[in-house]
């Protein structure tokens, strides 16, 4: 059948597909509690023609996503990596996808079909090994403490339920101090006073209700001896990143690309006062984008925080979430009663571009934001919360021919207006174990503010008791009001259930957005959307086999304001098993689906229903093989399987499988440390393509894809020197151009002292296009990384 959604759906979602960009994620099964994980997204095509890649993030739940722009590679070392510390705190699974933004600007997911319904997703679960459930938390690893004074803080909230605390011994230096240290159910702090300057030694000893005995890792913290005596205690951190790159082309001439990025961190006391400082410079920076920098000074006293700068605050879900604010931020908080307001700008002003009287493209207004959230209760036990939020564009900030034609005088864009006011409650008994809430917003939204507000005569559709015109500073009331007249479908409401007990964590929520509900200080919130998530991760034989089980739910015409209702289901389930120290096993199988509910006459060729599946597989096992004298190797296997396919029009179906073969070898006669690694991925894809005659034909196209990599590591001067060399191997081949690349990389990592780091990788990639020779090129790649603590 000749069906026009086919032609939109290729045009906006299938094209990627078939990009010059192909992409590759080795998709983590779990991560433990309060454990930083790095991702990685690897380039296997096409690296040079990202512009950046973000990845959106969220726990499982969560109504919208969080984003976070990850640290580029080089193209011998093709990858994007980020370091999500936001996932220490999650007490469920981490769901995410990424964005590729490309250098012609078009936008790239991956997955690529409905990465919302259809995300990766990591297990959150406590530690395999109880001895992993002592988790540090202070001090902090990023600063060098330059103060004799500083406090031993380390969580057993994984292991709470299993140990006996009456057993619990604290260790600093070699001494028991136990009787120093303050032990809570979750956990223990201990305060260190005059140390020495020099390295010093920190553990837990501990028994199980069963009377197995667990211990911590050793913890180190080096106390600096300082030339002069400051007036306060500081410590900070430095880091310098840069990126050098040249392209050589067989048809064109050399290229060259430059960038560097500066981060400063600061932290300090003074008896009762603390201070934190950020700043990030990067040349990447420029008046044509929105901000790139950020500055932030942050001060804590008795009560009360202030932070000036950049800041992401989070006040309700609806109200204020996941938004960078560049302003004033404060906190009044007591045991009882909290008060916040933030003053800020959520955007920049950005000129547009006009070309001969011609917008080309439009600019940005900047947008400010005004959030108020009031709390009352205990955080411990029940908390009640209202607030509000106010984001307004603000007109005069940018010049009227960037935002409107000349000519005809048609905004390209508008400015908006939206307020939004909410309420929150949570109660938490068993020690928060079990804890439950709800969440409530109402918003008003205008779509265009240009005309200011309308009087009461001016309107006939509503009769006003009072002028809006009087009330234009809170919010602005004209035709452009979605909708004029506010009703339910300008509500958002959620309700959740987290459960912790007997090693079985348990999350369950509810979310019922309406239609024209609009936050503009909440990022990505889907609207019109009813949502129900569940989400359960049970640990069992004595913590070897973890399993989490879960699923979405999704329906949009909440307010039944449609012809057909769209829905989405997700289920995804993950299990991971450790019979041992050497061995392990994990399987990952998520399936979803969408449809839009609609039902097509059997004479309308031109309106089809929607009906979308997705279903992938993954099975991976490893085993340490310690019998080979004197190079104990891991060798590792990981299968997956993946399959799209549109279900009603059989417009397209795309199927991916994709195996990895790898050993791991560390010497033990010798510092060194190889690994190998073999990847085949085969691409079976098929789709409907309109001809020149407008009919559909069926495309098919399969590809191979085939990449060998090695890497040897060395492991000098007592871990502080680490020079390694790889090399990588990639062919293409089947229904697409013939190409391969030649990947080299060198480099070394030093720690010249604990608190000084510097890194350097210099990298060569040589790649061909056996069809297109004009293609063939050669890039150098060089990047260098220097860290100071102090």
Known sequence: MKKIFILIFSLFILLPLFSEISLNHEQLVNINIKKKIMLELEVREGFNEIEKVTI????????????????????????????????????????????????????????????????????????????????????????????????????IFAVSEEIDHNSINVFFDGEDVTAESRIFTNVITYQVSNAKPGTHSYFV??????????????????????????????????????????????????????????LLSLKGSHEWLRFKSKIYLSSLETSSTQAVNRYSLAFQVPHFNLTIGDHAPKMNSFLLSSKNIFGIHS??????????????????????????????????????????????????????????????DDIGSLDEQYYQNSTDSLLIISPKDNLVFGTDFRLSLMNQRLVVGTEAAMSLYNNNIIDGAISAEDSSDIDFPIDPQDFESIFVINESMIPFKPGMANIAIKSYLRLFFYKNLLNISITNIGSSFNSLSTNYLQKDAMIISFNDNLMLMNNRLALNFGFNLASDNVDDTKDNTSSSTAIFTQAMYKPNDEMYFNLNINTSGSKDGFVPEESDSTNTAVDIRSTSVSFGTGYLVKQINNAPTRFSINFSNSLNKDDANNSFEYQRNNVTLSAKTAFVQLPLTTQFSYTFTLNDNSNLVKNEFEEYNLIEEASKYNSIFMRGE?????????????????????????????????????????????????????????????????RLNFKMKISQKF
């Open 56 to 155: 959106f993030y969220r726990q499982t739940g969560e109504t919208a996503f969080s984003e976070k722009e990850m640290e580029i590679g080089t193209e011998s070392n093709p990858h994007f990596s980020a370091t999500m510390s936001e996932f220490t705190d999650y007490s469920s699974s981490a769901e995410y996808y990424f964005v590729i933004y490309t250098k012609i600007r078009s936008l790239i997911t991956y997955p690529s079909i409905q990465p919302e319904l259809n995300p990766f997703r990591i297990t959150v679960n406590t530690p395999q090994d109880v001895n992993d459930g002592f988790v540090l938390l202070s001090p902090d690893a990023k600063y060098s403490n330059v103060s004799e004074n500083f406090l031993i803080a380390i969580s």
């Open 714 to 778: 060395l492991d000098l001067m007592d871990s502080q020197l680490k020079p390694y060399l790889d090399f990588r191997l990639n062919f293409f081949n089947g229904d697409i151009d013939s190409q391969s690349a030649q990947m080299f990389n060198i480099g070394t990592s030093y720690e010249i002292t604990s608190n000084s780091f510097v890194s350097a990788d210099a990298g060569l990639t040589m790649y061909q296009n056996s069809d297109i020779s004009d293609c063939n090129y050669s």
């Open 205 to 262: 000893k501990a028994k199980l209700l069963d009377g197995i005995p667990i211990i911590s890792k050793q913890w180190i913290t080096s106390v600096t001896k300082k030339g002069f005596d400051l007036p306060l205690d500081l410590s900070g951190r430095a880091h310098l990143s840069m990126r050098y790159m040249n392209t050589s082309h067989d048809s064109l001439d050399d290229d060259t690309a430059r960038s560097a990025n500066f």
């Open 331 to 392: 906190k009044l908080d007591f045991n009882a009663f909290r008060l916040m307001f933030t003053h800020g700008n959520i955007k920049r002003s950005v000129d547009g571009k006009v070309i001969q009287d011609t917008l080309t493209q439009s600019g940005t207004f900047k947008q400010r934001n005004n959030s108020v959230r009031l709390e009352l209760g205990n955080l411990q036990s029940f908390v009640v919360g209202f607030g509000f939020a106010k984001n307004k």
